[in-house]
């Protein structure tokens, strides 16, 4: 009987071969160092089931060659022994690949290098919505403030409205309660009294409101208005038989020392018309009152009555109190700043912008919509 030839081992093919392993790219992060332990454990699991298939196909070829030939006592690489049974295939076969153990200690574990992949989508999804949720409070918040700007308007026009119905009012008599002034703020009021020239206070540095200077001005970048002071007098009011400030009105600089205009200082009981002040608190930039020196700054009642021995009752002389030679009256300036309808536009324009820049970058992308 002719030898019957033995069939060579099949050897495992591919980039595995062997137990070898392709280096992944970026092989300094943790990931591609799992990856390239996983990839040699798969090597060697492939090895081994090449070997497992190479002795099972040895077992069978000696089975069918004659007894003592070559094929059954040269065993192939790597086989085991094979022993057949009639009730199954060799146990060599029959043994599960997955059993046999890679390393001492060492366990297969899938690569993760898929599982990053598939989980980057999922990230990036959630930032996104992040993004698109918090993107979303930049129109709200500007819708809300322009809202606010236009209930704000409304009390503006509402308030300026009542200020141009005080102003505009007939003078009434000077209250004798103190605190109803409080209430009467820009209110014309008339007293009768007698001015006390010898304890005169000086605002300054000011400049004399003229109405029709201003005017001519309004379209102008710069004008020189003269400089000088206001000049507040102690008024005695003889019904009423208690002591006010009264600012008479505005002075030049060089005609701030009372010397200098005295066909001015009146004398003798007069009637004066003016509106009623209250006090000031410092604002920022301005500077301190020097009452040592008689400079003030602000309106400060308090510490002005208690240099000259008045009540701290204050009221702006009107233009028709003045006389020749005296102070200039009518230095109230009312005047209040209504600017709401530019931020009103301002932040409904930027919630118009950024609800159609939120709309197109987010919405559009989404299905159906």
Same mark, same amino acid.
């Given at each position: 009987?002719?030898?019957?030839?033995?069939?060579?081992?099949?050897?495992?093919?591919?980039?595995?071969?062997?137990?070898?392993?392709?280096?992944?790219? =970026?092989?300094?992060?943790?990931?591609?160092?799992?990856?390239?332990?996983?990839?040699?454990?798969?090597?060697?699991? $492939? /090895?081994?089931?090449? !070997?497992?298939?190479?002795? !099972?196909?040895?077992?069978?070829?000696?089975?069918?060659?004659?007894?003592?030939?070559?094929?059954?006592?040269?065993?192939?690489?790597?086989?085991?022994?094979?022993?057949?049974?009639?009730?199954?295939?060799?146990?060599?076969?029959?043994?599960?690949?997955?059993?046999?153990?890679? #390393?001492? /200690?060492?366990?297969?574990?899938?690569?993760?290098?898929?599982?990053?992949? !598939?989980?980057?989508?999922?990230?990036?999804?959630?930032?996104?919505?992040?993004?698109?949720?918090? $993107? $979303?409070?930049?129109?709200?918040?500007?819708? /809300?403030?322009?809202?606010?700007?236009?209930?704000?308007?409304?009390?503006?026009?509402?308030?300026?409205?009542?200020?141009?119905?005080?102003?505009?009012?007939?003078?009434?008599?000077?209250?004798?309660?103190?605190?109803?002034?409080?209430? $009467?703020?820009?209110?014309?009021?008339?007293?009768?009294?007698?001015?006390?020239?010898?304890?005169?206070?000086?605002?300054?540095? #000011?400049?004399?409101?003229?109405?029709?200077?201003?005017?001519?001005?309004?379209?102008?970048?710069?004008?020189?208005?003269?400089?000088?002071?206001?000049?507040?007098?102690?008024?005695?009011?003889?019904?009423?038989?208690?002591?006010?400030?009264?600012?008479? =009105?505005?002075?030049?600089?060089?005609?701030?020392?009372?010397?200098?205009?005295?066909?001015?200082?009146?004398?003798?009981?007069?009637?004066?018309?003016?509106?009623?002040?209250?006090?000031?608190?410092?604002?920022?930039?301005?500077?301190?009152?020097?009452?040592?020196?008689?400079?003030?700054?602000?309106?400060?009642?308090?510490?002005?009555?208690?240099?000259? /021995?008045?009540?701290?009752?204050?009221?702006? !002389?009107?233009?028709?109190?003045?006389?020749?030679?005296?102070?200039?009256?009518?230095?109230?300036?009312?005047?209040?700043?209504?600017?709401?309808?530019?931020?009103?536009?301002?932040?409904?324009?930027?919630?118009?912008?950024?609800?159609?820049?939120?709309?197109?970058?987010?919405?559009?992308?989404?299905?159906?919509?």
């Amino acid at each position: 009987m002719a030898q019957s030839r033995r069939r060579a081992p099949l050897a495992p093919r591919g980039p595995w071969a062997g137990g070898g392993a392709r280096r992944c790219p =970026g092989s300094r992060c943790l990931a591609a160092r799992k990856c390239r332990r996983a990839m040699a454990a798969a090597g060697r699991w $492939l /090895g081994l089931r090449a !070997a497992a298939a190479a002795a !099972a196909a040895a077992g069978r070829v000696s089975g069918a060659g004659a007894s003592g030939g070559l094929g059954a006592s040269v065993p192939a690489w790597g086989a085991q022994p094979v022993s057949r049974s009639p009730q199954g295939p060799p146990r060599a076969v029959r043994r599960s690949v997955l059993a046999v153990p890679l #390393r001492p /200690g060492l366990a297969w574990r899938p690569s993760r290098c898929g599982s990053s992949a !598939a989980e980057a989508p999922a990230t990036e999804a959630q930032e996104d919505s992040f993004l698109q949720w918090f $993107l $979303l409070l930049i129109p709200v918040t500007a819708f /809300g403030l322009g809202t606010w700007q236009v209930q704000r308007r409304k009390w503006k026009l509402q308030l300026i409205a009542e200020l141009e119905s005080r102003v505009m009012a007939e003078p009434i008599p000077l209250p004798a309660d103190p605190m109803e002034l409080k209430n $009467l703020e820009y209110r014309p009021v008339k007293v009768r009294g007698h001015f006390d020239h010898s304890k005169e206070l000086y605002m300054m540095p #000011r400049t004399m409101v003229d109405p029709a200077r201003e005017a001519r001005e309004a379209g102008r970048l710069s004008s020189s208005p003269e400089s000088g002071a206001y000049v507040i007098t102690p008024f005695h009011c003889t019904d009423l038989g208690v002591t006010i400030l009264v600012n008479r =009105g505005f002075v030049p600089r060089k005609k701030v020392n009372p010397d200098t205009r005295q066909r001015g200082q009146v004398e003798g009981e007069v009637d004066v018309v003016g509106m009623v002040r209250l006090t000031e608190t410092r604002k920022p930039f301005v500077p301190e009152n020097n009452p040592e020196r008689n400079h003030w700054h602000y309106r400060d009642l308090e510490a002005m009555a208690r240099l000259t /021995g008045a009540d701290p009752i204050f009221i702006d !002389a009107d233009f028709q109190s003045t006389v020749p030679g005296g102070p200039i009256g009518g230095q109230t300036r009312v005047t209040l700043r209504n600017e709401h309808m530019q931020y009103i536009l301002t932040w409904y324009g930027l919630c118009a912008a950024t609800s159609y820049l939120w709309f197109k970058k987010f919405l559009r992308r989404t299905p159906g919509v």
